[in-house]
């Protein structure tokens, strides 16, 4: 049994079809990154697997456990208890701006977990310590840089202790020098084995970061292999004329 299974899915937006009939699993120990072209449904993925978005058909399952199930009528059931064990980081860092960086880290727990404000504030520092952002703990999102902002909301997604991240193009709207930083706290996630569903558009960290890699297109997997094999000997035209476009390279 898979991670995570999604069957099916169908996902509208009126009369536009994102998804018809969408199927992709993953592993506990995947690292499944998606690329693709601009508009072919990946951001929307993630959002469905947050369940931020409903969806008319089709089911996701995590763990083994039913999580989403889209209806015909157009309404969805959702498990909230399994939602708690998804975490994501949005490409707009959505840190709440009256809020100092250890209020935004500790405000879920306690809100919405009941968590000690004490405990909560214990882990918080020690993620922040982990991330080299400790200095950081009472300045507020106005005054961090794009890279620290984007460490402080990871940082604030494993608040909860979640089974697995999703990460939505979180460097695309950094600065090229502040990219790395953020980069490199999801390669040490990755190295503590946690399980991520990434979406990129930076073919070399793709690379990196994944365990599987799967390239969509117009709401469906055109292939997905082991990073060496797709990057390397992708099986696919439509693959391999991505690729040359992206990385601009002959053949």
Do not use: W
């Amino acid at each position: 049994m898979a991670f995570v299974e999604i069957d099916g899915l169908v996902k509208r937006y009126g009369s536009l079809s994102i998804f018809e009939g969408f199927d992709l699993h993953m592993e506990n120990a995947d690292r499944l990154v998606l690329i693709g072209p601009s508009g072919c449904g990946k951001s929307t993925l993630l959002r469905c697997m947050m369940g931020l978005e409903d969806i008319a058909g089709g089911t996701i399952r995590l763990g083994g456990d039913d999580y989403i199930q889209g209806a015909t009528d157009g309404r969805m059931t959702l498990d909230r208890r399994v939602q708690k064990e998804v975490g994501m980081v949005f490409q707009h860092y959505t840190l709440f701006p009256h809020l100092s960086v250890l209020g935004n880290l500790c405000l879920a727990p306690v809100r919405s977990r009941g968590v000690k404000k004490s405990e909560a504030r214990d882990k918080a520092m020690g993620l922040l310590e982990r991330f080299g952002l400790a200095e950081r703990a009472n300045f507020y999102p106005s005054q961090l840089s794009g890279g620290q902002k984007q460490r402080v909301a990871i940082a604030r997604a494993l608040m909860l202790d979640p089974k697995l991240m999703l990460f939505d193009e979180v460097t695309s709207a950094l600065d090229p020098e502040l990219v790395v930083e953020v980069e490199n706290t999801m390669m040490e996630l990755a190295e503590g084995g946690m399980p991520m569903m990434i979406v990129t558009h930076d073919m070399h960290f793709a690379r990196s970061i994944a365990t599987k890699v799967v390239f969509q297109e117009r709401g469906k997997v055109i292939e997905a292999a082991a990073p060496d094999d797709l990057f390397g000997n992708p099986q696919q035209e439509r693959t391999r004329d991505f690729l040359r476009n992206v990385l601009h390279i002959e053949g």
